[in-house]
Each structure stands twice: as C-alpha cells, then as structure tokens.
C-alpha cells in the first residue's frame, strides 16, 4: 500500500511538472521534424521507413515518431499535445522505475528522493514537454541503467540485470541509436572493476544483453534496407549507411567548430541538470576525504563509477567538435543516483540532535521567495501584458495559492534534506503552472509558426489537398491539416493536389516555373514567410474548364 501510495504521488508531481499547458504552445525548431514523418506514416500505412519533403528519412531510427503516430490515434486526432505527450510518459515511465531503484539502492527515502531528482531537473521538464527524441531517449536508456544498477547493488543475478538492461537499451536504440552506450559501459567499467567483478564483463549474460540492446535496431535498419532497395532509384538519395557515416564524421570534423560557443558546450550541459548537479560537486571532496574509510567497498565502487564515469563521458561528448548539451543527456538517471546516494551518506553521517545546515535554511527561504514572486507576478503580469487572459490568469494562480502555500507550510516541517526534495517538486509544478496560465497567453500574442499556415488556409479554405515542394521541416506544415504531403520532385503531385507550397527562391528559376506551368499551378495567390524570415508561395491550379 505505501508503495503504491509513493508512485501516486510521485504521479501527480509528474502531472503538475509536465502536463500544465503541454498542447498550449505552437511547434517550434526540430518538432517539425518528428511530427511530419509521424503524420506521413498515418497517410500511407508505411511504419517501417520514415518519410521527410518526399523522401526516406532515415538518419534516425523511427521510435519518436511511432509514439507519435500512435498518440494521435489513442487520442482520436492530431494536437500538440497528443504530439508531445510520448515525450511526457516516458519521463513518468522513468520516474516510476526510480520509485523502485531508489528503494534498494537507498532504502524507502530513496524511494522518493530518486523520481523527484528525475522529474524536476531542467533537462528533464525541458526535453520532456517537446516533441523531441531526447525525453524517450534518455528516460528508456535511463530505466535500463537505473534497473542495472540496482540490480548490482542489490547483488542480483548477472543475468537479470544484463537482460532487462537489454531490453529497455534496444528500445534506446530504435529512438536515437546506440550512442549511449559508451556512457553506460564508463560506468560499469570502472564500477565492475572497483568492486573486484572484471570477469562479469566476459560473463555470457553481459553478451546476452548487449546483443538484446542491438537486435532492434539492427532488423529495423534491414527492414528499412529492404523498403529502399524495393523504391525507384533516387540519385539525389544517400545510402543509410552513408547518411549514417556521415552523421559521424561530421561530429568529429573539427572544421565544424563554432569558437564563440564551443567553450559554452560544458556550461550549457550542467544547466540541464541544475540544480541536482551541484550536490557532487559540493560534497565530492567530503566523500573521498571524511567518508572513504567508513563506506563499504561496493559504496565506494558506486562513488567512482557514477563519479568519474559520468564526468568522463560526459566531458568526451562535451569535447566534441560538433557537441550539443543534450547528448549528454543519457547520463540524468545515473548521475541522479549519484546524487541520492551522496545526500544519504551525509545524512547517515550526522547526529540526530545537529542544527540544520546554513544552506538548508537558505535554500528554503529562496524557495518561499520565488513562490511568493510566482504568485505575484501572476495576478500582476496578465493586466500589463495579456488583458484578455487577466481575469483566466489571476483565478487559476489565487485559487491555486491556497493549496500552494499550504503545502509549502507542511514542507517547512520536513527535516532535511528531505524538505530540499519536496520544495523542489512544489516549486517546479508552480513554475509550470505559472508558465502555462500567465506566460503562454503573452506569447500566443506574438507566434511566428501559425500565422503563416492561417494566411494559407484563408486562401485555401480548411483541409485542403495541398503539397509541398522540398519545403524543409517547417513546422507550420504541421498547421495546414493531414491532407498536406510533402513532395521532393514535380513528378509526385497527386491529381487531386490544388494547391502547391514552394519556396520562394526556387519560382526564380525559369526552368521551375515551366514546370510548375506544365503541372498546372498557374495561380499565384500569395506569399509567406516563416519563423526564420523565409519565404514560401502558394501556387493554386485551377480546375479545368467544361
């Protein structure tokens, strides 16, 4: 009963964090990219080989936009929220899975510290209200190391361990590929050989579960082989392998590097996992000082592995030429472990009757302040900024300041560090809440994404049977209804298309326009820009005469 208590909880602390305003947003940046193929895949019943502007898309395993594809349909139509609800689940699929790592790793505290970590760290409520690859990669990748290391720690069977790593790190793969696997195997490395266990790295069971982790995304990749080989040769396409190779090289290319922002690389990281990140960093040197003779040694293979494994790793990626904060997301969940299990040394270090620390006091009063400014500035901002939405605002952010405060008052009893865990969840919901009633409303005014796709449907009236011309992943395709297909050549207008979507700069080409010409698309009716300034005609084909 206690467990199943603790996993609603920590439910609705997902539901508060993720759930605020997730559909309230238009599209933005890369979700162009995993919505269209996912819409394409419902149009033409194709799920193995995703479709990007007409052609196969096969840079990144299809695992984003089967969840999305499956989202619409459990949800009976397209929305950004049925888009963005996959990356959600998978964070609360994570988190639950911590419930029960947390537990045995650092008993019933554990329990509820671990998802709590999980669920209010700023990569995670970040990434995990996009449509974007990064929540369900890091959240199964996550669930595989979480239950590996528990499985360890516990001193389990190799095998159940290997196995369910396996499995949760296979449908890792199908999402992004295997490319957290050299943060994982840091890890384990130093862990396995701290801990006197360097023969489990040839066990049968570690070679069981790396060929579980490969398996789907191998037969993904040679069904996906198989539907190309069966198309029409393309000479403007790549092979998969070459596409592949070439993802690679380029993240190695050093002629691709941005000199004003590299440097930014590992700054930018640890702001995705503020604000947890600072506990290893504040309490290393005290654990390899003050604590090393007390641990035990599994406890301190744990402190190494999790420590320099992941700073390792991480920095390897961070270095990258062509480096990018969120790869280092794969490392949220074992770096939260790190976390929890620091906070419990300390706190099985101090005696019963010890004066709370400075910091504990400060970081409570900072908490009670940024609630009471959330609160302010939600019954203030809306009559300044969004009159229309002022009265919506102000009764959603008064109404819930009463159940806000009053929790914030049952959390001032919680001894630390234990209050640390709640006021952060309490803190994070606000933020969300605050963000969706008072701040979304101030940036509807100014959206950039619809706007195009409602000047288009002026012309075209609702549901249209339009296509696009190599239009690039622009979001506000998304906008312009299912009927909408994106197109690579001419030759792939359908009779039924009336209108046609093609970038400006592509109509100053006399050769495109006889052929548009030919096509039919005589008319041009107007001319959009995108959220990036550019522009995009409307060419309609009028029906022929009687």
């Known amino acids: 009963m206690r467990r199943l208590l603790l996993l609603l909880t920590v439910t609705l602390v997902w539901a508060a964090i993720y759930l605020p305003g997730l559909g309230g947003m238009e599209l933005k940046g890369e979700e162009g990219r995993r919505i269209l193929p996912a819409r394409e895949m419902m149009r033409t019943g194709d799920y193995i080989l995703p479709w990007s502007e007409g052609r196969p898309y096969h840079r990144k395993p299809p695992l984003i936009n089967w969840s999305i594809a499956a989202s619409f349909k459990a949800l009976g139509g397209e929305s950004e929220f049925a888009a963005r609800l996959p990356s959600a689940l998978s964070v609360l699929l994570l988190a639950w899975t911590a419930v029960w790592a947390g537990g045995r790793m650092a008993g019933p505290t554990g329990a509820w510290w671990l998802p709590l970590v999980l669920l209010t760290t700023v990569g995670s409520i970040e990434k995990g209200r996009l449509i974007e690859i990064e929540a369900v990669f890091f959240s199964l990748s996550g669930i595989g190391m979480l239950g590996w290391l528990a499985g360890w720690y516990r001193g389990g069977s190799p095998w159940t361990r290997w196995i369910w790593a396996g499995l949760w790190f296979g449908l ?242 919680l001894r630390w560090p234990d209050r640390a865990f709640a006021e952060a969840g309490l803190l994070a919901a606000w933020a969300l809440i605050f963000k969706a009633s008072v701040l979304m409303p101030i940036m509807r005014q100014h959206e950039d994404i619809r706007p195009p796709a409602w000047q288009i449907l002026a012309k075209t009236g609702p549901e249209p049977h339009l296509m696009a011309l190599q239009p690039g992943p622009q979001p506000f395709l998304f906008y312009l209804g299912k009927n909408t297909v994106e197109i690579a050549s001419i030759k792939q207008v359908t009779p039924a298309a009336t209108h046609l979507v093609v970038p400006s700069a592509r109509l100053e080409k006399a050769e495109m326009l006889q052929r548009l010409a030919r096509a039919g698309f005589t008319e041009n009716l107007l001319t959009v820009r995108d959220d990036d300034g550019t522009p995009y005609t409307l060419l309609h084909r009028p029906a022929p005469g009687p």
């Open 172 to 413: 890792a793969c199908l999402a992004k590929g295997p490319i957290f696997l050299p943060f994982f195997y840091a890890i384990a490395v130093i862990l396995l050989w701290k801990n006197g266990q360097r023969r489990e790295l040839w066990h049968p069971a570690h070679f069981v579960g790396l060929f579980l982790s490969l398996l789907p995304a191998f037969l993904w990749a040679r069904a996906a082989k198989a539907h190309l080989a069966a198309l029409p040769a393309d000479p403007g396409a790549a092979s998969q392998s070459t596409v592949w190779m070439n993802q690679i090289l380029k993240r190695l290319d050093p002629s691709v590097i941005q000199w004003k922002t590299y440097a930014l690389g590992p700054v930018e990281t640890l702001v995705l996992f503020l604000p947890w990140v600072l506990v290893p960093i504040l309490l290393w040197r005290q654990a390899r000082r003050d604590w090393w003779p007390d641990l035990s040694l599994k406890d301190r293979a744990l402190l190494l592995g999790l420590g320099w494994g992941s700073l390792g790793s991480g920095l390897a990626y961070a270095l990258l030429p062509e480096a990018h904060a969120r790869f280092q997301l794969p490392l949220l969940a074992p770096a939260s472990v790190l976390v929890v299990m620091m906070i419990r040394w300390w706190q099985d270090r101090q005696p019963d009757n010890m004066e709370e620390p400075a910091v504990a006091r400060w970081t409570s009063g900072l908490t009670r302040v940024l609630l009471l400014i959330l609160t302010l500035a939600g019954v203030t901002l809306p009559f300044w900024k969004a009159p229309a939405s002022m009265l919506p605002a102000m009764a959603v952010m008064l109404g819930g300041s009463l159940p806000l405060w009053l929790l914030a008052i049952g959390f001032a009893r």
